[in-house]
């Protein structure tokens, strides 16, 4: 099959929210910036540190990645690179203070240049890198001779709704997002990879408030789901277990078949590990019963 030759005069440019660089860099290289041959490739929440080697995750026929790393903890971070033969120099930009962004100015075939700026906002960051680009955003452009201006990355713009209006309507600029990146948080995101984010929930009650505490879990519950489609996380079946730990084991059948993820109503184990400790339905014997579950979300 030929391939449809494409302009000199394209740029594209794929923007990644990938949340660990290291767990999807291979997903990433092939399913997106092969695949589509990108000229230009960002990565938000690359979950990168100075740990990490400057060559790692190098894509043939790209440069390596030009990293913002998030410094003094985990998560965040921003990294770019570029197709082989695009023209980019990264420009030292002064910004406010926890700002990960990136600046490049990338010439283009007519010999005109792009403001890029990769970014990632935190969400609870405030207005200040939002307020910096509506008030620099003519100056830095005029300084570094660019004719166009590009933000890609995760501005969090959601959070900060006033502030992120007042920086389109200011600069003239067009959102060409095609969804939200997060609706508003049901909990905050963890600043560590997803894969490792273990979850325990328990609820102790009497026996004849049951079915209250199965129901308050299935809740409990379906907010781990909610997340789960929000951040695009495949859980692996086998990893979400719940059990009952009771006096007496009667209890087991008032709760039977109730507690729910989601769709999925949980089957009931008859022991479980937790913390590398097996946990059995009729373990501990006291007056009131403790209904516990486990989900332990991990990437495909």
Request: hydrophobic share 35%; net charge positive; proline share 4%.
């Amino acid at each position: 099959m030929t391939e449809t030759p494409r302009s000199r005069h394209q740029l594209t440019v794929l923007s990644a929210n990938v949340r660990g660089l290291r767990t999807n860099i291979g997903d990433l290289t092939h399913s997106f910036v092969l695949r589509h041959r990108v000229d230009i490739a960002v990565a938000t929440e690359t979950w990168l540190n100075s740990d990490v080697e400057p060559t790692f995750g190098k894509i043939a026929g790209y440069t390596h990645w030009i990293r913002r790393d998030r410094q003094g903890r985990q998560g965040g971070g921003v990294a770019v690179c570029l197709k082989k033969g695009v023209q980019a120099q990264t420009l030292d930009i002064v910004t406010p203070p926890e700002t990960e962004a990136l600046f490049l100015r990338v010439v283009l075939a007519d010999s005109s240049a792009i403001l890029l700026c990769a970014t990632y906002r935190l969400p609870r960051q405030g207005p200040a890198f939002l307020d910096f680009l509506t008030e620099h955003l003519d100056d830095l452009q005029t300084r570094h001779n660019c004719r166009h201006f590009l933000i890609v990355g995760n501005l969090n713009h959601q959070v900060e709704g006033a502030a992120y209006e007042n920086l389109l309507t200011v600069q003239g600029l067009t959102d060409h997002r095609q969804h939200a990146p997060h609706c508003t948080y049901t909990s905050k995101p963890m600043d560590q990879p997803w894969f490792s984010y273990r979850c325990r929930l328990a609820a102790e009650r009497k026996r004849q408030d049951s079915h209250e505490v199965a129901a308050e879990l299935s809740s409990e519950l379906n907010l781990i789901k909610e997340c789960r489609d929000r951040w695009q996380i495949k859980f692996a079946p086998t990893k979400i277990q719940a059990n009952i730990v009771s006096q007496p084991c009667a209890a087991f059948r008032e709760v039977e078949k109730r507690v729910r993820f989601g769709e999925v109503t949980l089957p009931l184990e008859d022991h479980i590990k937790v913390f590398g400790v097996n946990v059995s339905t009729c373990t501990f014997r006291q007056s009131h019963g403790r209904l516990q579950s486990e989900s332990l979300p991990c990437t495909g």
